[in-house]
């Protein structure tokens, strides 16, 4: 694995595959009474969401803490950020305090790449603008394949606000990495430009039409809804927001076409009764709550990967990830 986790297009198929491995190692962990390891003692990971978070940044706090490192939350609100520095002063600010990891959410595409050019240590993007979010993706593939087992030739449809979604993009790539077939469905208005030569060039396919996906000869294994990101939008994307759940909304009626053994994701937060009924996001078919559990052990392993085996270390554990726990 490189230094630095800015885009899912940083990892090969083997990456993928260590990192999803090493996940399956660390779950054990959540099963246990203390849960505590060694493994990333004397290490110090900042957390730095220039953005709000629930999931993201309390696993990658949790994830950390379990690990024995020193991890400290900031916020743009009650930083230095309030009072106008820099993002690359901030960065800067940082890393001069000998940190080994940065991880960073921040409302700016390409933020946490230029950040990976201003410092010294490991930069891990959880969530930049409408770019990416690689750790996401991750834990999708992970509980995709607890659920599925090998994702060669599985049918991913992905479907809802693509234009804002740095979700839908981080997990194009991670499942066109692992072999899986990916269609996704978005209005015309929420379908991102440039994606007709997207498509074309990584094989995977679009549609403005749902019913028609979901009623097609390829099976769907997982669909996965994203949120409507209101809070991204400056214009009226679609009529009314009755009219997006209709024909864009997933629920009883929808998932009853769906095959027997497919799943139903969302990486939240979900807007209930928009992009997801009630009882398809608490069916038993629904892993929303699995992808969040997953969240932590994938993140311990990004982690563990990106600092426990660093040259710049004096501690490699490389194979004792749980080694110490009680
Ligand atoms: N899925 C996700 O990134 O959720 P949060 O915004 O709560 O971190």
Request: charged share 25%.
């Amino acid at each position: 694995m490189t230094r630095h986790l800015i885009s899912s297009a940083d990892l090969t198929r083997r990456d993928v595959e260590d990192i999803l491995e090493t996940a399956a190692s660390m779950h054990d962990l959540q099963r246990r009474e203390v849960k505590k390891v060694p493994t990333l003692r004397g290490r110090t990971v900042i957390n730095f969401f220039f953005e709000d978070s629930t999931r993201t940044r309390s696993s990658f706090e949790i994830a950390g803490k379990w690990m024995s490192a020193d991890t400290i939350n900031l916020s743009a609100k009650g930083s230095s950020t309030s009072k106008g520095e820099s993002l690359r002063d901030t960065a800067m600010t940082i890393d001069a305090m000998a940190v080994d990891a940065l991880v960073i959410r921040h409302n700016a595409s390409g933020a946490c790449h230029q950040v990976a050019k201003w410092v010294r240590c490991s930069v891990i993007n959880a969530g930049d603008g409408t770019h990416e979010h690689p750790t996401q993706a991750l834990l999708d593939a992970y509980t995709l394949r607890t659920r599925l087992g090998d994702l060669d030739g599985r049918h991913v449809v992905i479907v809802g606000d693509l234009t804002h979604s740095r979700v839908f993009r981080s997990n194009v790539i991670t499942l066109k990495t692992l072999g899986a077939r990916v269609t996704v469905v978005a209005p015309p208005t929420l379908m991102p430009s440039g994606i007709g030569a997207w498509s074309e060039a990584d094989g995977f396919a679009t549609s403005w039409d749902l019913d028609a996906v979901l009623a097609g000869d390829d099976p769907v294994d997982a669909v996965m809804m994203l949120r409507v990101q209101r809070e991204r939008m400056s214009a009226a994307y679609f009529p009314s927001a009755r009219e997006y759940s209709r024909r864009y909304g997933l629920d009883a009626r929808r998932m009853a076409r769906l095959p027997e053994h497919a799943i139903v994701m969302h990486p939240g937060p979900m807007n209930r009764g928009l992009e997801i009924t009630a009882d398809a996001a608490d069916s038993a078919r629904s892993t929303i709550v699995e992808q969040v559990a997953n969240g932590v052990s994938v993140r311990m392993a990004v982690l563990y990967l990106l600092l426990a085996g660093s040259d710049d270390h004096e501690e490699a554990p490389a194979r004792s990830v749980l080694e110490g726990a009680r």
